[in-house]
Each structure stands twice: as C-alpha cells, then as structure tokens.
C-alpha cells in the first residue's frame, strides 16, 4: 500500500508542480527546506536527540494556529516531566517559523519540519528522532505516516480532533482508506459532539473517543492588557481618542467589504480607523492594492518599528499589520473586531482570543472552521454574524451610539469562554499516562 501511495503522491505533484511554482514565483512559498520536506533531519539535530536519555513526544501542529493552541499543554507537559523532550513538526512557512521563535530559549523542544507523506520520507523522520509517542494535532492524519508508526509500534493519538461538515463529506467518498488510517489511532479526543459522529463515520472506534472542548480555550489569555500594545500603538499613531476596528486574519477580497462599510461610517464618526491584518503574507500585496483603490492610504506596521512616534493616524490612514505575531496587540487596542476569512468561504478565524480580551466579535457566515464557539458566542449575545459590509457598517454604528451595550457583548463572550476551560488538563493526563505506560 506504501508503495501505491508514493505513486499516486508523485502523480498529484506532477500535475500540481506548474501551480506549485507560479505560487513559489509570486509569493515565495514553497522554496526552503525541501530537505525537511523529504525527511531529513538536520545533523545538529540528530546530535542534540543522541544527547537526551528520556522519553520523545512528536506533536505535530500544521500551522501558527495550532502551534498556539498547544503552547500552554507544552508547557505544562514540560513540567510534569522533566525528562521529556518535544520533536515539534509544523507544515507551514510560518508555522516553522512561528514555532522556532516560540521556542528559541529551551532545548528540551526541537522544531522540524513535517515531511511529504512518502513512504521514504516519513521513515527517515521517525527513524532519526525515534519518538515513543506522537500526538497529531486537530486531523493531520496522513496514511503513510500512520502505517509507518504502527510498523514501529509508536502509538499515535489525535488531541483537539477537528473535522467540518464539509470536509466530512469528502473524507467519506473515500472511507475504506479513512477507516484503516483510524483503526491505527490509539485515541482521539475529539472537539465536541458532531465531530466525534463524524470521526465514527469513518471508521474510528467509539470506545477510543473522549470529546474535549478546543485547546483554544486554554490558550486565549483572559486579560484586558497585552504587553506590546501601547509601543505599537504609539509607532503606528493610533491615540487614545481613535475608536480602532480591527478586521483580524482577513482572506482574499474580505478588504474590499471593509473598506466600503469604513468609508461610510468615518464621514459619521470620524474617530473611528480601520487596521487589516491578513491572515496569509502573500496577500498583504493584494490589501495595500485594495487600499490605494480606495483612495486611502496603507500605514504598514513593517515600516513602523517600536520605538518610533508615528503621527496620529488621520480618517484615509488604513493600518496593515504585515508582520507576525502581534494581532493580539492590536485586538487590545481595538474597541471591536471582525474576525476574517469568514465573508468569504475559508471557514472563518479564530475568535476565541478576541472573547478573552472582552472585546464585542462579528463575523461573516463561513465560519465552520468554529463551529461550536460561534454557537457559544451567539448564544450569549457575545458576537454578531454579519453578511457584508453594509451590515458591517451598521453594526459598527449600533456598538459606537451605545458604548455599554458593545461593552456587554464583550463581557459576555469572555465569560462563556472561560466556563469552557479544563481541557489542558485531561490531555496532560491522557498523554503523560501513555507516555509513562510505554517507557521505562
């Protein structure tokens, strides 16, 4: 079957290779380590492995979102076991470079890169870093990867198990594969409910199953400061008399909307500015364009460094946050947010850390990436679904007349957030438990 698989693989890439290298082309991805791609792991590496006596977990997280996700259970997993050390796999540009960043300070955490599912390449990962556990993130459940592991007796398990309607009805079309992948699965827990039906669907056994709520809940800090926003705002101009609304990890053509809806509302409360944070790098190019059509002006946080005094941001300055890892600043800042990718359908962005921050949330309606916390949010008026701009625009309107009542919004979600809490916890147990079972 491996073999069968490396064929169909190579198939897929062929056809693929000409949009592969127009993306690599126009945006840059796609062109650094085909080395970690194809498995290797780097020598330095291997030295620092040979070094470590205790047990190795392989946790892989396919991009920044889930890499956050399960910072704090790496960190606690940490300190339950002093011995352990983490091979933590991403699949993403930024995701590799998010969790080096993360990181940098502890060796007891080694970051690669998650290679191609090709029968040669996941056997040189597993056979250099010898993991006795690995824990898959979400559904990055690939058959060759799983089928090497179970030829190594290596235990696999699925944590914050996510799967959309959508992708469902995919994955069914082609069952019989889904089921041997999930007969491989040692245990998932499991997002909520419908997930676990659909994970039984196809194929994985009930009695491996536990639903958890998202790590996501975990993670999101329940505070109404974040370290950095006040240096950020003062590089970017943003003052204490502007009503900041912040369209986070927004998807292609969400920028047009948004625009619309700020161009008319300013004319009626000119306090109000608008920042864009794409969610994907390669489209910041295609925000600053739609800006400028607009007849505004883009203010690139890029070109605006900490420690610099940027001049008060006028009604046609248009923020554009084009570097990583400071979204939650400018949530902070911010008197409300729209969470992207979500008019248009990419399945929506993370909410979750908004709601901690207590600031008053809407969306558009693709958002099945987040099911189960938009159900929450709505269902305690914490965040609004909207349909486009205009909507946009008039809800930003409502929340800038009545103050108290986006402040509630706020309260609310954050509230109903933190009752879902605890799930850290189970999977430190779930983990640390077949981890100690299955080494001396």
Same mark, same amino acid.
């Given at each position: 079957?491996? /073999?069968?698989?490396?064929?169909? @693989?190579?198939?897929?890439?062929? $056809?693929?290779s000409?949009?592969i $290298?127009?993306?690599?082309?126009?945006t840059?991805?796609?062109?650094?380590?085909?080395?970690?791609?194809?498995?290797?792991?780097?020598?330095?590496i291997?030295?620092?492995?040979?070094?470590?006596?205790?047990? &190795?977990?392989?946790?892989?997280?396919?991009?920044?979102?889930? $890499?956050?996700?399960?910072?704090?259970?790496?960190?606690?997993?940490?300190?339950?076991?002093?011995?352990?050390?983490?091979?933590?796999?991403t699949?993403?540009?930024?995701?590799?470079?998010?969790?080096?960043?993360?990181?940098?300070?502890?060796?007891?955490?080694?970051?690669?890169?998650?290679?191609?599912?090709?029968?040669?390449? !996941?056997?040189?990962?597993?056979?250099?870093?010898? #993991?006795?556990? /690995?824990?898959?993130?979400e559904?990055? !459940?690939?058959?060759n990867?799983?089928?090497?592991?179970?030829?190594?007796?290596?235990?696999?398990?699925?944590?914050?198990?996510?799967?959309?309607?959508?992708?469902?009805? &995919? @994955?069914?079309?082609?069952?019989?594969?889904?089921?041997?992948?999930f *007969? *491989? =699965?040692?245990?998932?827990?499991?997002?909520?409910?419908?997930?676990?039906? @659909? %994970?039984?669907?196809?194929?994985? #056994?009930?009695? &491996?199953?536990?639903?958890?709520?998202?790590?996501?809940?975990?993670?999101?800090?329940?505070?109404?400061?974040v370290?950095?926003?006040?240096?950020?705002?003062?590089?970017?101009?943003?003052?204490?008399?502007?009503?900041? %609304? !912040?369209?986070?990890?927004?998807?292609?053509?969400?920028?047009?909307?948004?625009?619309?809806?700020?161009?008319?509302? !300013?004319?009626?409360?000119?306090?109000?500015?608008?920042?864009?944070? #794409?969610?994907?790098?390669?489209?910041?190019?295609?925000v600053?364009?739609?800006?400028s059509?607009?007849g %505004?002006?883009?203010?690139?946080?890029?070109?605006?460094?900490?420690?610099?005094?940027?001049?008060?941001?006028?009604?046609? +300055? =248009?923020?554009?946050?084009?570097? $990583?890892?400071?979204?939650?600043?400018?949530?902070?800042?911010?008197?409300?947010?729209f969470?992207?990718?979500?008019?248009?359908?990419?399945?929506?962005?993370?909410?979750?850390?908004?709601?901690?921050?207590?600031?008053?949330?809407?969306?558009? #309606?693709?958002?099945?990436?987040?099911?189960?916390?938009? +159900?929450?949010?709505?269902?305690?008026?914490?965040?609004?679904?909207?349909?486009?701009?205009?909507? /946009?625009?008039?809800?930003?309107?409502?929340?800038?007349?009545?103050?108290?009542?986006?402040?509630?919004?706020?309260?609310?979600a954050?509230?109903? /957030?933190?009752?879902?809490?605890?799930?850290?916890?189970?999977? =430190? &147990?779930?983990?640390?438990?077949?981890?100690?079972?299955?080494?001396?």
């Amino acid at each position: 079957m491996g /073999i069968l698989f490396d064929i169909m @693989y190579l198939l897929a890439l062929v $056809l693929a290779s000409p949009l592969i $290298l127009y993306k690599s082309l126009r945006t840059g991805k796609y062109r650094s380590d085909w080395s970690g791609r194809l498995g290797h792991v780097p020598p330095v590496i291997k030295e620092q492995l040979n070094r470590v006596s205790g047990p &190795r977990l392989l946790l892989h997280c396919v991009s920044v979102g889930e $890499l956050l996700s399960t910072r704090l259970l790496v960190n606690r997993l940490l300190t339950e076991h002093p011995q352990l050390t983490i091979i933590l796999t991403t699949t993403t540009d930024t995701g590799t470079a998010r969790a080096k960043a993360l990181y940098a300070d502890t060796s007891r955490v080694v970051t690669l890169r998650y290679p191609l599912d090709f029968s040669s390449a !996941v056997r040189r990962l597993l056979v250099a870093v010898k #993991p006795n556990l /690995i824990a898959l993130v979400e559904l990055e !459940v690939w058959p060759n990867f799983v089928r090497a592991a179970a030829r190594r007796n290596i235990p696999v398990v699925i944590i914050n198990g996510r799967l959309t309607a959508r992708s469902f009805g &995919r @994955y069914r079309k082609v069952r019989p594969l889904c089921a041997a992948m999930f *007969r *491989r =699965i040692a245990w998932a827990g499991v997002q909520s409910q419908d997930i676990a039906n @659909y %994970f039984a669907a196809l194929g994985m #056994p009930q009695d &491996r199953m536990r639903i958890v709520p998202t790590l996501k809940y975990d993670a999101a800090d329940l505070t109404n400061t974040v370290t950095g926003a006040e240096s950020l705002a003062e590089a970017l101009g943003i003052t204490d008399q502007h009503q900041l %609304f !912040v369209a986070g990890s927004t998807g292609p053509g969400e920028e047009e909307a948004l625009l619309r809806a700020y161009s008319r509302l !300013v004319v009626r409360r000119p306090q109000l500015r608008l920042a864009i944070a #794409p969610r994907k790098p390669e489209t910041v190019a295609g925000v600053l364009a739609a800006i400028s059509s607009g007849g %505004f002006t883009p203010v690139r946080r890029s070109e605006h460094a900490d420690g610099t005094r940027g001049m008060p941001l006028s009604s046609e +300055n =248009i923020v554009v946050l084009d570097t $990583l890892g400071e979204l939650r600043k400018l949530y902070a800042l911010s008197f409300a947010v729209f969470s992207g990718r979500s008019l248009v359908p990419l399945g929506g962005s993370d909410m979750i850390e908004v709601a901690a921050l207590a600031k008053p949330c809407c969306f558009g #309606p693709h958002t099945g990436n987040f099911a189960e916390a938009v +159900n929450l949010l709505l269902s305690v008026g914490g965040a609004c679904r909207v349909a486009d701009g205009n909507e /946009i625009e008039n809800l930003l309107d409502r929340w800038l007349a009545n103050p108290s009542d986006a402040d509630a919004a706020g309260r609310a979600a954050r509230s109903v /957030i933190a009752k879902q809490r605890g799930s850290t916890e189970v999977y =430190i &147990r779930e983990l640390l438990g077949r981890m100690r079972a299955i080494t001396p």
